[in-house]
C-alpha cells in the first residue's frame, strides 16, 4: 500500500531520503505545470518547481502535519508563482512591445513541413491548436490572483477549503474569485462555449 | 445563488443543497444557461495540455539538495566528541606533570629555610627606626599643622 504524503514527509523528517525521492516523483508533474500555467516559461517554470522542493526539503525538520501535504506544498508554489509574476510584469510588459512572437513548447514549435508530416488533416490541426491557444489566453489574461484559484481548482481539483488556505482567503471569498475568474473565461471563451452547447 | 452555480457543477454541493439548486434552476433560465456555460468553459479547460518536466529536472533537485549545508542542532555541541575528549584528556595530563615536576625540581632550597628568610624581611619591613632613619623621606614637606582648632561645642575659635 502507497505511504500517504504526510506519512512520507515524517519519514523525509526522520532522515528517509528516498521518502524525499518519492515526493518528488509524485508532485514534479503537477507542480511544474502548475507552474508553468502561472509564470509561462518552461525555464522559469521548472526553476521555481525546484525551489519548492528544496524549501520543503528544508523545512522537513520542523514539518507538522497540521494540514494536508499538499496544501502546504501549492502554498509554497503559489507564493513563488505570485512573486515571480509581479516581480517580472514590468519586464515582460516591455519586453513584448518590439519582441518577435516567440511559440514555447506548449504552443508548438513544429516546422510547416514538420507537422505536415505528422498530421495529415492538416487543417483539423490547425483549427485544433488555434482553439488550445485561444483556452490558453483565456487563462493567461486573467489576474494572477484568479488564474491561481482556477488552476488549484479545475487541474490540481483542490477542495475549496484548501484552495482558500493556500490564497490565504475566506471560503466565500474564495468562490466569489473563482465566480468572477469563469464569468471572465465564459465571455473570452465566448465562441467556444457557444460551439460547445451545440 | 451564484457562488452555488460553480459548486453544483463541480459536484461540491450537500445533497440538500443539490436538490434545493435543481429547484431553483427548474424555474430559472438565466442561471439554468449559466449551469451549462460553466459546464462548457470546465470542459474547454481540459483541453490544455500538460508538459512533462525535462529530462535533467530530478537531477537538478537533487543536486540542490545535496548542495544543501548539513545543519547541526545547537544540542549536539554538548554531545562527547571522541576527539576532543582525547585532546583534553592528554592537556590535564600534561599540567599535572608540569605542576609535579616544578616542585621537585627546584634544587637544595629547604623549606624551613625559605620561611625563616621570610620572616626575618618582614620584620625588617616592622622596625620603625629604619622608617625613621631613611634619609629620602627627612626631604618630605612636613605635614601641616592644623591651626583651627574647632573648640569642643563646635565653634571655631576667634582671634581678636
Known amino acids: ?198 | 445563488m451564484e457562488n452555488r452555480i460553480l459548486a453544483y457543477v463541480d459536484e461540491r454541493l450537500k445533497e440538500s443543497e443539490r436538490l434545493e439548486m435543481e429547484k431553483h434552476l427548474s424555474a430559472c433560465g438565466a442561471c439554468q444557461l449559466r449551469v451549462n456555460e460553466f459546464r462548457a468553459v470546465t470542459s474547454l479547460l481540459d483541453e490544455v495540455p500538460q508538459i512533462e518536466p525535462s529530462a535533467a529536472f530530478d537531477a537538478r533537485v537533487r543536486a540542490r539538495v545535496a548542495a544543501e549545508p548539513v545543519k547541526q542542532s545547537w544540542w549536539a555541541w554538548f554531545t562527547p566528541s571522541p576527539r576532543v575528549a582525547f585532546a583534553a584528556s592528554l592537556l590535564l595530563l600534561a599540567t599535572v606533570w608540569i605542576g609535579y615536576e616544578s616542585k621537585t625540581s627546584l634544587p637544595g632550597i629547604d623549606q624551613k629555610e625559605m620561611d625563616a628568610q621570610m620572616m626575618q624581611e618582614m620584620q625588617v619591613l616592622d622596625d620603625q627606626d629604619v622608617i625613621s632613619s631613611f634619609d629620602p623621606l627627612k626631604d618630605l614637606p612636613q605635614p601641616v599643622q592644623q591651626e583651627d582648632q574647632t573648640n569642643q561645642t563646635g565653634q571655631p575659635n576667634q582671634t581678636m
Open chain 1, 1 to 198: 500500500m502507497a505511504r500517504s504524503d504526510v506519512q512520507l514527509m515524517l519519514d523525509v523528517k526522520a532522515g528517509d531520503e528516498r521518502s524525499f525521492e518519492l515526493l518528488l516523483q509524485r508532485y514534479r508533474t503537477p507542480l511544474v505545470n502548475f507552474l508553468y500555467r502561472m509564470v509561462r516559461a518552461r525555464e522559469e517554470a521548472e526553476d521555481l518547481a525546484q525551489e519548492v522542493f528544496l524549501r520543503v526539503y528544508r523545512a522537513r525538520k520542523d514539518y507538522v502535519p497540521s494540514a494536508k501535504f499538499t496544501t502546504w506544498l501549492f502554498r509554497i508554489a503559489t507564493n513563488l508563482a505570485l512573486n515571480s509574476v509581479r516581480d517580472n510584469r514590468y519586464q515582460r510588459m516591455e519586453v513584448s512591445l518590439d519582441a518577435p512572437v516567440t511559440v514555447d513548447a506548449e504552443d508548438g514549435d513544429e516546422k510547416p513541413l514538420d507537422i505536415a508530416e505528422k498530421h495529415p488533416n492538416i487543417e483539423q490541426y490547425l483549427v485544433e491548436e488555434a482553439r488550445k491557444k485561444m483556452i490558453r489566453h483565456a487563462i493567461d489574461k486573467l489576474p494572477e490572483k484568479q488564474r491561481a484559484a482556477v488552476l488549484l481548482h479545475k487541474y490540481q481539483e483542490l477542495d475549496y477549503g484548501d484552495i482558500a488556505k493556500i490564497l490565504e482567503c475566506s471560503e466565500s471569498a474564495l468562490k466569489s474569485l473563482l465566480f468572477r475568474a469563469y464569468e471572465t473565461l465564459r465571455v473570452e471563451l465566448a465562441p467556444l462555449v457557444a460551439r460547445h452547447g451545440k
